[in-house]
């Protein structure tokens, strides 16, 4: 199972944690914009909910 980021910013941040980008799709709604597409694990849910809580707080 794949998991789609549409925020280049927590990508990045889930790339720099060691998780591997799997590919890139174009955004269906904005056309100009892209989706980073990850392996969906536990460690990666877990990394976004501590990404997403840190740039909450910021």
């Known amino acids: 199972?794949?998991?789609?980021i549409f925020n280049k910013s927590i990508a990045?941040?889930?790339i720099q944690?060691?998780?591997?980008?799997?590919?890139l799709e174009q955004n269906r709604k904005h056309p100009n914009l892209v989706?980073?597409?990850f392996e969906n694990t536990r460690?990666?849910?877990?990394d976004l909910s501590t990404?997403?809580?840190s740039k909450v707080e910021n």
């Open 12 to 14: 990045t941040s889930l």
């Open 1 to 4: 199972m794949h998991k789609k």
């Open 43 to 46: 460690q990666l849910d877990t």
């Open 35 to 37: 989706v980073f597409v």
């Open 17 to 23: 944690s060691g998780h591997s980008l799997i590919g």
């Open 51 to 53: 990404i997403i809580k």
